[in-house]
């Protein structure tokens, strides 16, 4: 069983269009995140969930609008898509909020194409 | 703001020899430091970790020092194997905060 599920594995799209990423974990964990890592590997947050409450909102377009309907699931919903969208988006889970107590669990990534 | 820099973006050893990845944090108020590895198609998975009341551990073949006053801490990998090939991020929080704030990876080739 895979602890971290994201679907699809890739998505190639064109410019403009709307896409979804979806995220489930079976660990009974309470907080989720959407990671974004570019073509140098960088790894940045972008959001985080805690028992289907926002909790961390960094810098990212408005067009980027993750959605929360349980504690096991986080989608991410991206509007209007442009060619810098172009990244790996890790969805990850952990216990609880505080990263300095709680091992964070990553899925296997969904990389995005735009084109 | 928080930054954690890492160093050598890129490290290729002989099987056998060591590795060593070296990380700096900016936040004096970070407690925690993960070490991540990323396998090729994969994503990120805990390796080792330390906090600030340590200033080493060890698991088998891995090894992580910290140097709070330096704000300093390092990954050894000692008889590396192929299987050891991967990116490898440093990362560190703290006690009331919840984002972890990544290194920009280090991609480590070991040649057979």
């Known amino acids: 069983d895979t602890a971290v599920s994201q679907t699809p594995k890739y998505l190639v799209t064109q410019m403009g269009n709307d896409k979804s990423i979806k995220c489930e974990q079976n660990?009974?964990?309470?907080?989720m995140y959407w990671y974004k890592q570019d073509s140098k590997k960088f790894l940045k947050i972008m959001f985080s969930?805690?028992?289907?409450?926002?909790?961390i909102n960094e810098t990212v377009p408005n067009r980027f609008s993750p959605k929360s309907p349980d504690k096991a699931h986080l989608n991410l919903h991206i509007n209007s898509l442009e060619l810098g969208d172009s990244a790996v988006y890790f969805c990850?889970?952990?216990?609880?909020?505080?990263?300095?107590?709680?091992?964070?669990?990553f899925g296997a990534g969904t990389r995005l194409s735009v084109l | 703001g928080e930054n954690v820099e890492q160093h050598p973006s890129t490290l290729s050893v002989q099987e056998g020899d060591s590795a060593v990845i070296k990380c700096t944090y900016s936040?004096?108020?970070?407690?925690?430091f993960p070490w991540y590895k990323q396998e090729l198609g994969k994503g990120p998975q805990l390796i080792i970790d330390?906090?600030?009341?340590?200033g080493e551990k060890k698991d088998q073949r891995i090894a992580v020092t910290l140097n709070k006053t330096a704000k300093h801490f390092s990954l050894h990998i000692t008889e590396t194997q192929p299987e050891d090939s991967a990116v490898y991020f440093c990362?560190?929080?703290?006690?009331?905060?919840?984002?972890?704030?990544f290194g920009a990876g280090t991609r480590l080739f070991v040649k057979a």
């Open positions: 969930y805690n028992n289907k409450e926002l909790i």
């Open positions: 990850a889970s952990s216990q609880g909020p505080s990263p300095s107590k709680n091992i964070q669990y």
């Open positions: 660990l009974g964990h309470d907080t």
């Open positions: 330390i906090r600030s009341n340590v």
């Open positions: 990362a560190a929080s703290k006690t009331g905060g919840f984002k972890t704030i």
């Open positions: 936040d004096s108020a970070s407690n925690y």
